[in-house]
């Protein structure tokens, strides 16, 4: 038999599924922007205490480029950002709000793996096998943060906007249990409401 916790995990569980299931089914009101420097795009589910975000941004609005990183410079500005990105209390301002940090994920994407598409380029191969379209793609980096919050009104602060320079605006979507909503995010107001 299940205890009554692990009962209420289930039904949690459930509910945030179901929550981003709506959040698919929305339509293009809630597409994803498209690739654009200086902007960004965050995703937000908040169901009873679990806040689940989705940040993506195109790299050039948080290291400067979209290639894998050639020079010293860009090994600093991608360690810089994974430092940042990968700290939740960092990225939001948790102080301010009774939540907690649970899980920090962050995929760099090509901007991770060390190599550079000269190198990939050099090696012998069979041109039989397809190549990733990296030199003719955008690169996005995406992050994700789990949070646990005791207020049923959550006010959380961004604090991306001081910590990238290229970064201008962050287009907000936002669902919970009652309501979904959008707004969009800029140094100077870059607070998430949700009621």
Known sequence: MYSRDRINHFKNQLAIL???ALVLMLGSSWAT???????ASMELVMQGKMVEIRLVAPAASVVGFEHAPSSDQDQLAVGKAMAILSETN???DLESVACTADSANVDLGILANGSSLA???????DDSHEHDSEANEHVDIEAF??????EKNLRLKVKLFGLFEALETIQLRWISSTTQGQD???ASQPFISVD
């Open 90 to 92: 960092l990225v939001f």
């Open 33 to 39: 922007e498209p690739h654009q420097h200086g902007a």
């Open 119 to 125: 190198e990939h380029a050099e090696h012998d191969h």
């Open 145 to 150: 943060y789990r949070l646990s919050c005791d």
């Open 184 to 186: 969009q995010l800029t």
């Open 18 to 20: 179901l929550s981003v």
